[in-house]
């Protein structure tokens, strides 16, 4: 009696230990899956929206019935596929984020234009996204086609539209869903091909991207995805604001005269604001950091010996965090012996803008006498570098 008794331990922990692991896989993976009435037989693609380009990366030969299954590796990130029948004809586009399995049900017929989609909310705001899209080009090709004399007449009422068309846009799935996929899906629609944001060159579609840009670059600092639309912001803000700028801030490849430096007033863990300019007489590495970025933590204790060797000579260090969680940026800057402080504006920060600053880390160095004189991809040897700006007399 013993031994069968034993032999359905082992099974049993054996099926559990199979269970366990298939159900951790189903976290690695996600499933779109459904029913193509009509298509039976036809092929299916499932193609992944990348940065630079749509690539196919999976095919299936729907079933009799119109059944069909794709399984792919989860995405960094969130992310955006697209189906299409007999690969021709229009698509229907997917996002995925947390979730792990669509449902998608349409017919061969009418494909894109008579599609469910269960399991992803996400994808139906897109899908709500892309009809107002084709309606908006549907009418600039009305007004192109009417041929009218007045050339910037035609502009200006395209113009009007377009600029109608963004703000109803950021008003109903951007700022409410910023931190989602539709949001940012959003901010990349276009019109004759061309894009209907642009934050280079409109302060309001530069505010858009920031704001989408800050949430993803929190959520997801490390995917590339995150890590582009954050400099695309980074460089609207710039180019937004050229009554703040001064072109005299990008140091010379060599050391030239040094640079007076904006000043920068931030809270500390305490809630009591800190100047920078309130450090005059040491030497300061002003440093722009993300604390939730996993690299971050392994600099910060390079910058922690470099603090505690020249700390007593007259060396500080000013850290302006960039994090959203503002608990877990004081829990994390509560052991450290430098000024710790923290910008909640994220992307849209005019420090960032004033101090030119297109990827984080970076870091600045500043004499005792408050002139920056060096930015972080000039040095090849910091040690000698702060040494002698300390022998310098102030």
């Not at 899906?185 to 920031?210: M, Q, T, W």
């Not at 920060?349 to 006498?369: A, E, G, H, M, W």
Request: hydrophobic fraction near 35%.
């Amino acid at each position: 009696m013993f031994i069968p008794r034993l032999n359905k331990l082992l099974f049993a922990t054996a099926a559990s230990i199979i269970s366990f692991i298939f159900s951790c896989d189903s976290h690695d993976t996600f499933t779109i899956k459904g029913e193509i009435e009509g298509g039976g037989g036809k092929m299916l693609y499932l193609s992944n929206v990348g940065l630079q380009n749509t690539k196919r990366v999976d095919s299936v030969k729907i079933g009799r019935d119109g059944q069909f299954e794709f399984k792919q590796p989860r995405p960094e990130c969130y992310d955006f596929y697209r189906l299409q029948l007999d690969g021709k004809g229009r698509q229907i586009t997917i996002a995925i984020d947390s979730t792990e399995t669509v449902t998608v049900r349409s017919n061969a017929t009418h494909f894109a234009d008579s599609c469910s989609i269960e399991g992803s909310p996400e994808s139906l705001k897109i899908m709500e996204i892309i009809a107002l899209e084709n309606a908006l080009q549907e009418q600039v090709t009305n007004i192109i086609n009417k041929k009218s004399p007045a050339i910037g007449e035609t502009r200006a009422v395209i113009y009007n539209l377009l600029d109608e068309f963004k703000r109803n846009i950021c008003s109903q799935y951007i700022i409410p869903s910023i931190d989602k996929a539709s949001a940012y899906y959003a901010l990349f629609l276009r019109v004759n091909g061309e894009p209907i944001f642009d934050p280079i060159h409109n302060r309001f579609d530069s505010k858009c991207f920031s704001a989408v840009a800050t949430s993803l670059n929190n959520r997801y600092p490390h995917a590339t995805r995150a890590m582009q639309i954050y400099n695309t912001a980074i460089k609207g803000i710039k180019a937004n604001r050229q009554s703040t700028r001064r072109d005299s801030l990008f140091i010379p490849e060599s050391k030239i005269k040094t640079i007076s430096l904006f000043d920068i007033k931030l809270p500390n863990i305490d809630g009591e604001e800190v100047s920078l300019t309130s450090l005059k007489g040491k030497v300061v590495l002003l440093d722009f950091t993300i604390y939730s970025d996993a690299q971050i933590g392994v600099r910060n204790i390079e910058l922690r010996e470099l603090y505690n060797k020249y700390k007593n000579q007259g060396f500080e260090i000013y850290q302006i965090s960039y994090d959203s969680d503002k608990h877990f940026w004081q829990t994390a800057a509560d052991n450290l012996p430098w000024v710790c402080v923290r910008d909640e504006e994220g992307a849209a920060s005019q420090y960032t803008t004033l101090y030119r600053v297109d990827k984080i880390p970076t870091f600045f160095l500043i004499n005792r006498n408050n002139e920056l004189v060096w930015r972080d991809e000039q040095l090849t040897d910091l040690n000698k570098t702060i040494e002698t700006l300390l022998e310098e007399k102030y």
